[in-house]
C-alpha cells in the first residue's frame, strides 16, 4: 500500500523556521517526482516546492523562492521541505503528493501556523 505521512508542522514565529517531513513506503521512490502542497484558511490548495526524481531538479512557487529547500532522501524515501523566514501567509495545511501511473496520491497533512 502506499503511504505518505508528513510530519514536523507547528506554530512558529514570524522570521522562524520549520522542516517538514514526509515519509513514504510503497512505490518506487527514488523514480518518483514528488510535491509539497499547502492549502491556506478558506483558499484552494496550490503547489509550494517540487523535486523530481531525476537530477534532483527543483521547483518553487514566487512566494517561497529563497526561502524554502525541497529535498530528498533516497535511501530513506523520505522527502523534506526545510522553510526559513516564515511569514503569516505560510500559515497553511501542508500536504506531501506524488503520483504515480496517473494516480495522485496525498498524505493527510500537517498544520503549519506562524502567528506573534
Known amino acids: 500500500e502506499l503511504q505518505l505521512v508528513e510530519s514536523g508542522g507547528d506554530l512558529a514565529q514570524p522570521g522562524g523556521s520549520l522542516t517538514l517531513s514526509c515519509t513514504t513506503s510503497?512505490?518506487?521512490?527514488?523514480?518518483?517526482?514528488m510535491n509539497w502542497y499547502r492549502q491556506p484558511p478558506g483558499k484552494e490548495r496550490e503547489l509550494v516546492a517540487r523535486?523530481?526524481?531525476?537530477?534532483?531538479?527543483?521547483n518553487y512557487v514566487d512566494a517561497v523562492k529563497g526561502r524554502f529547500t525541497i529535498s530528498r532522501d533516497n535511501n530513506r524515501a523520505t522527502v523534506t521541505l526545510q522553510m526559513n523566514d516564515l511569514k503569516i501567509e505560510d500559515t497553511a495545511i501542508y500536504y506531501c503528493?506524488?503520483?504515480?501511473?496517473?494516480?495522485?496520491?496525498w498524505g493527510q497533512g500537517t498544520q503549519v501556523t506562524v502567528s506573534s
Open positions: 503528493h506524488t503520483r504515480i501511473a496517473g494516480r495522485a496520491y
Open positions: 510503497g512505490f518506487a521512490f527514488r523514480q518518483a517526482g
Open positions: 523535486i523530481f526524481g531525476s537530477w534532483n531538479t527543483t
